[in-house]
């Protein structure tokens, strides 16, 4: 069973398109987060979600917007698409209140915009 | 603010030699560290973590860090390398007040024969 799992694993797009990603957990968590790595590697948090309500938006531009449907699922849309934006998206999760849980991943979303 | 800084971008090892990465953190209340790898085209996985405790963590695949507070490290050291070894490797503090890993720049691990 895939605990955190992110469709599509790849996804190429023109700029200006509008796209999502989505994210579904199986471990029962309550708090979800999309991460951002660029070409070089780094991890940057976007978004946190804890019980489907927002917690975290680190300054990503409003073209991105997370839903949460349920505490399981944490999806991204992203608006009018920038070259930018080509990127490895992570979904993670963990249980809020449990600082020595980890965070669990997912295989990642790798996005190309042409 | 919570933040983690890895020493070096690329490490290369020969196979057998000892591994060690280096993390500094700096944070204002007792930390928990954590260290991820991520091999080629895959997501993160928890290697080892500190929370409170012993300060010399043991984890997966072989691999051991110690928290030293006195230093405000947390490195990660594996005895023998082996080709598998091969990844990128991810020191990581988790933020309390703000429920969020931060991450390091990444520390990319070459295993040669």
């Known amino acids: 069973d895939t605990a955190v799992s992110q469709t599509p694993k790849y996804l190429v797009t023109q700029m200006g398109n509008d796209k999502s990603i989505k994210c579904e957990q199986n471990l029962g968590h309550d708090t979800m987060y999309w991460y951002k790595q660029d070409s070089k590697k780094f991890l940057k948090i976007m978004f946190s979600?804890?019980?489907?309500?927002?917690?975290i938006n680190e300054t990503v531009p409003n073209r991105f917007s997370p839903k949460s449907p349920d505490k399981a699922h944490l999806n991204l849309h992203i608006n009018s698409l920038e070259l930018g934006d080509s990127a490895v998206y992570f979904c993670?999760?963990?249980?809020?209140?449990?600082?020595?849980?980890?965070?669990?991943f997912g295989q990642g979303t790798r996005l190309t915009v042409v | 603010a919570q933040s983690v800084t890895q020493l070096g971008s690329h490490v290369s090892v020969s196979e057998g030699a000892l591994v060690l990465l280096r993390c500094n953190y700096s944070s204002s209340v007792p930390p928990y560290l954590f260290w991820y790898v991520q091999y080629p085209n895959q997501g993160l996985q928890l290697l080892l973590k500190y929370t409170t405790g012993a300060t010399l963590v043991k984890g997966i695949n072989g691999f051991e860090a110690e928290f030293k507070k006195s230093e405000t490290s947390f490195h990660l050291t594996k005895p023998s390398a082996h080709m598998s070894d091969a990844a990128e490797y991810f020191c990581?503090?988790?933020?309390?007040?703000?429920?969020?890993?931060?991450f390091g720049t990444g520390t990319r691990l070459q295993v040669t024969l």
């Open positions: 993670a999760s963990s249980q809020a209140g449990q600082a020595n849980t980890e965070a669990f």
């Open positions: 990581a503090v988790f933020t309390g007040t703000a429920s969020k890993l931060t």
């Open positions: 979600y804890n019980n489907k309500e927002l917690i």
